[in-house]
C-alpha cells in the first residue's frame, strides 16, 4: 500500500480523541452515597452490560472514523488483484515516450514506423479518462521532454504528438526512460505508467546501464518495426583535408548494410550533379578537381532505399587557390621540384616556389607567402633574422632544414623561434640512419598512412644530422633510429604566432638521399599544406548535435547568423575577443543533416563559409532490433510488451493499482450515519416519579 | 394557623434546635388546625352529659339526671388510656441518605426522629404509654412504654442520639421485637423498609400474630422514589460501603418500576394483614403522619 498523502497520516492522532474523551468521561464519573445499593443491585443489570458494551462499540466506531477520513484523505493506493475489486481505477500518469530517432522513418508496408507511433500515442491517449494526465518524450539521443511537467490537458499532449517531426538523431532508451521516471515522481497519481513506442534498435541500449526503476511505474513496451536490411553512407572520407585548386582530389563515400537492388550513388558538388557510379561492395569513389578557390560543398546520395534519410550524406571542402613558398638556401632546387614536379614553366601548379637569395630576403615582402623555407643555411645577416621574426610573429610559417652547412652556434644564439637546440653534428655509423617513428595522425603524414606508403618513409638514408634538445613546448613528429629528432615544429606560445618546422636533415646529398626518394614530393607538399591549414577553418564535417566552432581573427560586425539546412536563419554565439584578439563563433543547433552556411559582416563585407552536418549511422542506421527478453531484462519486471492491435483502454485500465479513498470516505460517512442512531439510543428520559 | 402549619414542614423543623421543641409545634399546631380537641374519648373524669342513643351502654347512663329529668343521658368522662404504643425507628445506615445536600434538608433518619418525638408528645398527652425501639442490623435501643411528662424527655433524648448505624435486617429485628413486646398494643414502625418485602411482611404479620396494632411509616427519600440521576454514576451503599457503577439514564425507567413495585407490595401486604401502611418521603408534613395515627388511634 502506497500513501499519496502521507502527512495527511499524522491526523490519525486525532482518532485518540474519543478515547480520551471516553476516559475522561470515565474519570468524571459521580459518586453519589444511597441508600442501599441492595436494591439498584436487583435490577436487569443486563441493560448496562449491553449499554457499556454498546459505549465501547461506539467508541471503536467513532475511532473508526476518524482513521477512515484520514485514511481516505491520505489517500491509500493498494496495488493487489483484489484491490481493484475493492476501488476504482486509479488516477493515472501516463509518460510516452516515442522514439523519433531517423531510424523510425524507414517505410514499410503500412507507413513509415514513426507514423504508425504516432497513431499509437493519439490511441493511448484516447484511453484515458478524466483526472488522468500525461506527458511527452521524445527519444533520441538527447531526449527532447516536450512536456515538463506532466499535464492534463490531454489535447495539448496530442496536438504535440500530431506536430512532431522525425529527428536526424541515433537513440539513448536510458536517457529517455530517466526523465520520464522523473517526471512520473512528480504526479500524485497512484497509477504510473510509460509507454514506449519504439523500433528498440541495439544501438539504442549501448550506453544501458543498470538501474532500479521505481517500483510504481508500469512500463508498456510497444515495439514498432522489427530487423531489416539498410544500406547507408557511414562516411565520405576527402583525399586531403584541403583540396588545391585543379589538384584532383578523392571522395569516398564508405558504405554499410545492405539492400536489394542495384545501388546508384551521386555525386553533387555545389548544388550540382557532378558524377554517378555503380556501387559494388562498400566504397564507392569519385574523383573531383575544383578549380575555383573557397568553400564548397557537396553530397553523396545513394538510390533511396525504405531508409533515405541515411542514403546522403553531405561534405564541406576548402579548396585554396595557388600557395607560393619562398624557398632560398644551397640545395632549393631540390626543393622546388618536390612542391612543383612541373617545374617553373607550370605557372598554374597549386603550390608555386619561388626562389631568392639571402641578401633578397631582408627586403622581400614575406607576407604574401605562405611559408619561407630555409634549405640549410649557414647563417643569415641581422636584418633577414628581423624580417624572419616579423613574419613568424604575424603569423608567417618558416621551414627550416639544417644540414652540414648550418652553423650551430649561429643558429641557437639567433633564430630564437627555432624549435630546438643543435648539439654536436653526428655522423651515423657503420653508414646511415633511418626514419624509424613518425606521429601517424599528424596531418603531414595523413598520406603515409596506408602500409605502401608509409614504408616510402622509412626509405631515405640519412648520413648525418645533429644531435638535438628539443625546445619546452617543441613537438617531436619524427624521429631517426636510436631516438634522435628528425622532424619538429615549435609549440605555438600565441595562437597569433606561426609555425615552424624544423627538418634535422636536408636535401644535400652528403647528408641524405631524401631528395632522390618518393616521400620526398609528397612531404614537401603535406608540408605546407599542413601549414597552410592552420589558418583555415579546418573542422567543416560535424555530425548531429556537434557543436561548430570557428575562430575568427578579423573584426566581426555582428552575431553572425547561420542558415540550417532546412532553410531557418539562427544567430550563433559569438564570444568576446581573447588577449589575442581571437573571437570565437559557437553554434550547437546542428539538429539536421545538410549544409549549414554561416554568414557575417567582417569591417563591412560579407563573409560567407559553410560546413557539413550528418548523421551518425554508428549503430542508428543498422536497423537490428533489440530481443525482447534482452529488452525487459534491461527495464524490469514491471515492464510487459503490448502488441499495437491490444486494446490501450484495456492497458492503461489494467492496473494493480486502486485507490480507494473514496470508498473510505463513503464507508466513514455510513458509519456516521450509524453513529447517530446507535449514540442517542439511550437518550436521557424526562424524570418521571412514582407516584 | 397558617403560621404554626409551617412548623409542620419537616425542612423548617430542621431549622429549630430542640427536637422537643419541634415536637410540641409539631403536635400543637397539628392540633390547632384541627380545631377539635384531640382529648376525646372515654376517661374517668367527667366531661359532659349526651343524650342517651341506643348502643350506648348502660352502665354510663346518669340516673342522677334521669331522677331529676326523667331522660337518658349518658356521661362522658376523659379517658384514661392504657394503650402501651411502641416506636420502632429504623437506624439504619441507608436511613442516613438525604438526597438534597442542602443544610436545611433532613435525611430520612431525621424526619423519622421527628415523627417519632411528635408521635411521643402526642401520646403522652393522650395519657399513652410510649417505648421506644431503635434497630439496625439488631436491636440497639429499648426503652419500655412509660407514662408520664418527664418520659418525654428520656425518648427524645435517645432520639438526638440516635445516628445511622449498620446494615439493616428488619425481619429478624421484628421477630425479636415481637417476642419481646409481650403486652399487645401499637407498633409503629418508622423505616424505609429497605429490605426484602416477603421476611419484613413476614416479620409484621408477626407482630399482628401477637394481637398489635401496627402501623407502618414507610419513609423514602424524594430521590428514592423519582432517581434524579443521569449519566455514568458510581453509587456508594452506606450501609455497606459497596460500590455500583451505574449508567443511571438506563437504570431509571427499571429502578422506578421496581421501587413501584417495592412500595404497592408493601402496601397490599399491609392491607392484608390489617397493618396501617403509610408510605412518607420527607418532604411530606408530619401532620400526616399525625393524622394516620390518630384516626388508628380512634379505632
Redesign the interface.
Known amino acids: 500500500m502506497n500513501l499519496l498523502n502521507p502527512l495527511l497520516l499524522i491526523g490519525i492522532i486525532a482518532a485518540g480523541i474519543p478515547l480520551l474523551i471516553h476516559l475522561w468521561?470515565?474519570r468524571?464519573?459521580?459518586?453519589?452515597?444511597?441508600?442501599?445499593?441492595?436494591?439498584?443491585?436487583?435490577?436487569?443489570l443486563k441493560?448496562?452490560r449491553k449499554?457499556?458494551l454498546q459505549q465501547i462499540l461506539i467508541l471503536i466506531l467513532r475511532m473508526l472514523i476518524i482513521i477512515l477520513i484520514v485514511l481516505g484523505l491520505a489517500r491509500p493506493v493498494f496495488k493487489s488483484k483484489w484491490a481493484m475489486a475493492a476501488g476504482e481505477r486509479a488516477k493515472t500518469s501516463v509518460v510516452i515516450i516515442l522514439d523519433n530517432s531517423y531510424s523510425m522513418s524507414y517505410s514499410g508496408l503500412q507507413g513509415t514506423r514513426f507514423d504508425i507511433a504516432k497513431d499509437a500515442s493519439l490511441r493511448i491517449l484516447d484511453s484515458l479518462h478524466t483526472g488522468d494526465n500525461a506527458s511527452l518524450i521524445l527519444m533520441s539521443d538527447i531526449p527532447d521532454v516536450v512536456f515538463k511537467h506532466i499535464t492534463s490537458d490531454i489535447q495539448q499532449v496530442k496536438d504535440a504528438i500530431k506536430n512532431t517531426r522525425i529527428s536526424h538523431k541515433g537513440t539513448s532508451v536510458q536517457l529517455s526512460m530517466l526523465e520520464a521516471y522523473s517526471l512520473l515522481k512528480e504526479s500524485k497519481n497512484p497509477q504510473k505508467r510509460i509507454y514506449l513506442l519504439s523500433d528498440l534498435g541495439e544501438n539504442g541500449w549501448q550506453d544501458w546501464k543498470e538501474q532500479t526503476i521505481p517500483d510504481d511505474i508500469e512500463i508498456s513496451i510497444i515495439r514498432i518495426g522489427e530487423n531489416a536490411d539498410n544500406r547507408a553512407i557511414e562516411n565520405i572520407i576527402l583525399s586531403s583535408e584541403f583540396a588545391g585548386t585543379g589538384v584532383p582530389i578523392q571522395i569516398t563515400a564508405k558504405l554499410k548494410g545492405t539492400s536489394e537492388g542495384q545501388v546508384i550513388a551521386e555525386l553533387f558538388v555545389d548544388g550540382e550533379k557532378k558524377g554517378q557510379a555503380s556501387v559494388i561492395g562498400n566504397t564507392v569513389s569519385f574523383t573531383y578537381v575544383f578549380l575555383k578557390p573557397g568553400t564548397h560543398t557537396g553530397e553523396v546520395l545513394l538510390t533511396p532505399d525504405r531508409l533515405p534519410l541515411d542514403d546522403s550524406r553531405y561534405f564541406a571542402i576548402d579548396v585554396l587557390g595557388q600557395l607560393k613558398v619562398l624557398v632560398t638556401g644551397d640545395y632549393k632546387s631540390y626543393v622546388n621540384l618536390a612542391l612543383n614536379p612541373g617545374g617553373a614553366s607550370d605557372t598554374g601548379a597549386f603550390i608555386m616556389p619561388v626562389n631568392a637569395s639571402i641578401e633578397e630576403l631582408s627586403t622581400a615582402s614575406l607576407d604574401k607567402y605562405s611559408a619561407v623555407m630555409l634549405v640549410d643555411v649557414a647563417r643569415l645577416p641581422d636584418n633577414v633574422v628581423r624580417n624572419l621574426r616579423d613574419f613568424y610573429l604575424g603569423g608567417g610559417n618558416i621551414v627550416i632544414f639544417v644540414g652540414k652547412s648550418a652553423d650551430r652556434d649561429w643558429y641557437n644564439n639567433n633564430l630564437s623561434f627555432l624549435p630546438a637546440s643543435l648539439g654536436s653534428r653526428a655522423t651515423f655509423t657503420p653508414k646511415f640512419t633511418r626514419i624509424s617513428r613518425w606521429d601517424d595522425n599528424h596531418p603531414i603524414f595523413s598520406v603515409f598512412r596506408d602500409e605502401g606508403t608509409a614504408n616510402t618513409l622509412r626509405t631515405p638514408e640519412i648520413y648525418s644530422a645533429f644531435a638535438i634538445t628539443p625546445k619546452p613546448g617543441a613537438n617531436v613528429i619524427s624521429s631517426f633510429e636510436k631516438n634522435i629528432p628528425a622532424i619538429l615544429e615549435n609549440g605555438s606560445s600565441k595562437e597569433k604566432t606561426g609555425k615552424v618546422i624544423m627538418y634535422n636533415f636536408s636535401p644535400d646529398p652528403q647528408v641524405s638521399d631524401v631528395a632522390l626518394r618518393p616521400m620526398f614530393l609528397p612531404l614537401m607538399q603535406q608540408t605546407v599544406l599542413y601549414l597552410v591549414s592552420k589558418d583555415h577553418n579546418s573542422y567543416k564535417n560535424l555530425l548531429v548535435g556537434d557543436i561548430y566552432s570557428q575562430n575568427v581573427y578579423d573584426k566581426v560586425d555582428s552575431a553572425p547568423t547561420i542558415t540550417d539546412s532546412e532553410g531557418n536563419g539562427i544567430l550563433a554565439n559569438l564570444s568576446e575577443s581573447n588577449q589575442a584578439g581571437i573571437r570565437k563563433i559557437g553554434f550547437d543547433s546542428t539538429q539536421h543533416s545538410g549544409i549549414y552556411k554561416i554568414e557575417f559582416k567582417s569591417v563591412g563585407i560579407i563573409q560567407r563559409d559553410y560546413f557539413a552536418v550528418n548523421l551518425n549511422t554508428t549503430g542508428e542506421s543498422d536497423l537490428k532490433s533489440a530481443k525482447d527478453e534482452d529488452v525487459t531484462a534491461k527495464l524490469g519486471k514491471q515492464a510487459r510488451f503490448v502488441s499495437l492491435n491490444e486494446s490501450f483502454e484495456k492497458i492503461t485500465s489494467e492496473t494493480k493499482s486502486s485507490d480507494v479513498s473514496s470508498r473510505l470516505l463513503i464507508i466513514a460517512l455510513i458509519l456516521m450515519l450509524l453513529e447517530v442512531p446507535l449514540a442517542n439510543r439511550?437518550?436521557?428520559?424526562e424524570?418521571?416519579?412514582?407516584? | 394557623m397558617n403560621e404554626k402549619r409551617t412548623y409542620l414542614d419537616p425542612n423548617a423543623l430542621s431549622r429549630i434546635a430542640g427536637m422537643e421543641v419541634a415536637a410540641r409545634l409539631v403536635v400543637e399546631g397539628f392540633i390547632s388546625g384541627m380545631h377539635k380537641s384531640p382529648y376525646q374519648g372515654f376517661s374517668v373524669e367527667f366531661v359532659e352529659h349526651r343524650q342517651y342513643m341506643p348502643g350506648d351502654e348502660i352502665r354510663y347512663i346518669d340516673w342522677k339526671v334521669y331522677g331529676k329529668s326523667d331522660r337518658y343521658y349518658i356521661k362522658k368522662f376523659e379517658e384514661d388510656t392504657n394503650l402501651r404504643s411502641y416506636l420502632v425507628l429504623d437506624t439504619s445506615g441507608s436511613m442516613g441518605f438525604k438526597s438534597d445536600k442542602s443544610s436545611n434538608s433532613i435525611t430520612k433518619l431525621e424526619y423519622g426522629c421527628y415523627l417519632a418525638a411528635s408521635l411521643t408528645y402526642l401520646m403522652l398527652k393522650q395519657r399513652d404509654s410510649v417505648g421506644l425501639v431503635t434497630f439496625d442490623d439488631r436491636l440497639e435501643t429499648y426503652i419500655p412504654p412509660r407514662n408520664g411528662p418527664s418520659h418525654l424527655h428520656v425518648i427524645i433524648s435517645e432520639l438526638e442520639k440516635s445516628l445511622p448505624g449498620k446494615e439493616t435486617n428488619i425481619s429478624t429485628t421484628f421477630h425479636e421485637l415481637a417476642q419481646r413486646i409481650v403486652r399487645r398494643g401499637l407498633v409503629i414502625i418508622i423505616s424505609d423498609l429497605l429490605d426484602d418485602p416477603e421476611q419484613v411482611l413476614k416479620s409484621l404479620k408477626h407482630f399482628r400474630h401477637k394481637k398489635h396494632e401496627v402501623i407502618v411509616f414507610h419513609i423514602l427519600d424524594p430521590a428514592e422514589l423519582t432517581f434524579p440521576f443521569d449519566g455514568s454514576v458510581m453509587f456508594k451503599d452506606m450501609e455497606t460501603q459497596r460500590q455500583l457503577p451505574v449508567e443511571a439514564d438506563l437504570l431509571k425507567d427499571e429502578y422506578l418500576r421496581k421501587m413501584k413495585l417495592l412500595i404497592s407490595e408493601y402496601k397490599n401486604g399491609c392491607n392484608a394483614s390489617s397493618i396501617d401502611y403509610v408510605q412518607m418521603d420527607t418532604s411530606v408534613p408530619f401532620d400526616y403522619a399525625l393524622s394516620i395515627y390518630l384516626s388508628k388511634r380512634k379505632k
Not at chain 1, 28 to 44: G, M
Not at chain 1, 682 to 685: D, E, I
Request: hydrophobic share 40%; no cysteine; glycine share 0%.
Open positions: 468521561s470515565r468524571q464519573t459521580k459518586t453519589v452515597d444511597f441508600s442501599s445499593i441492595k436494591f439498584l443491585a436487583s435490577l436487569n441493560k448496562i449499554f457499556r439511550y437518550k436521557v428520559k424524570p418521571q416519579d412514582v407516584a
